[in-house]
């Protein structure tokens, strides 16, 4: 059974990554929760194991959230060391933490766990929880290891596979297609990846209700049995392409004068050579969260909509 929100008692919780664009978001979301602790870079090294563990054992949190990651798909490339330290030893040290305190880990991992051409596509559906992952460059290694490192500590924990995340703020596509619309006279984007463009605070809200829904502090089962892995993205799919296309008429709408582009042509991939390879295709199926906590996941478009009207 949920514990109800009304009845839910206020407990600490340490968000890790709260600089990043699901954590900036998330610092806001979860303050009616209980008292949000957000050490920043300068105290809290993700590679630096005993760092780690002093921070969870200083603050002594009712729940700790990692919305940290190494996102540099193409620098994890050269960086493998880097990224394996943040995407997969942290997580796991966080979940082994967690459970001496027997408290939940929330954890945010990614689609490109998958590769993008297994049975999910060719049946032309996205992916489910239990299909087969294959990631195809080292960032989708590195965050399926942190996803297999919490589940193997076997404490309580929720662990969010999120897709194409974009925010208003940050570095990210919806941003750089901005400052490319004001320098160039044509966007050329990939069309042959298709995914979900899904919006940092749409995360963010999806799990405080979530949270809200099923976490109860101090209880011998802290996530009301809702615990494990789950999909949360937008709902609909673009390619990059469409994706660009979208931002483009938006701005153009909205007669911003210092935007040049005109049009967004469309690219295969091979004309865009990256360090890292691109699933082809990496929806998620979000069925399960929905069910889970009651949550209505809006599409793409419309989470585009409020993103560009702050």
Sequence with gaps: MMTSPARRKPGTILLIGATGQIGWELQRALASLGPVKAPGRDRLDLADRDQLRRCVRDIVPDLVINAAAYTDVDGAEANEDLAMAVN???????????????????????????????????ENRPYREDDPTSPINTYGRSKLAGERAI???????????????????????????????????????????????????????????????????????????????????????????????????????????????????????????????????????????????DIRLPHWHSQLDLCLQE
Excluded: K
């Excluded at 796991?92 to 596509?121: K, N, Q």
């Design 88 to 122: 997969a030893e942290a997580p796991g040290i966080l979940a082994e933490e967690a459970r001496r305190l027997d408290i939940p880990l929330v954890h945010y991992s990614t689609d490109y766990v998958f590769g993008g051409v297994p049975a999910a596509a060719s």
């Design 151 to 293: 589940q193997a500590v076997a404490g309580p924990h929720l662990i969010f596979r999120t897709s194409w995340i974009y925010a208003a703020r940050g570095s990210n596509f919806l941003r750089t297609m901005q400052r490319l619309a004001r320098d160039r006279d044509e966007l050329r984007v990939v069309e042959d990846q298709t995914g979900a463009p899904t919006w940092a605070r749409m995360v963010a809200e999806a799990t405080l209700q979530a949270l809200a829904r099923c976490w109860a502090p101090g209880d011998a089962d802290p996530l009301s049995g809702s615990g494990g892995l789950y999909h949360l993205s937008a709902t609909g799919q673009a390619t990059w392409h469409a994706f660009a296309e979208a931002i483009l008429r938006h701005a153009l709408e909205a007669d911003d004068r210092n935007v040049r582009a005109r049009r967004v042509v469309p690219i295969p991939s091979s004309a865009f050579p990256r360090p890292a390879r691109r699933p082809a295709y990496s929806v998620l199926d979000n069925s399960a969260v929905c069910e889970a906590f």
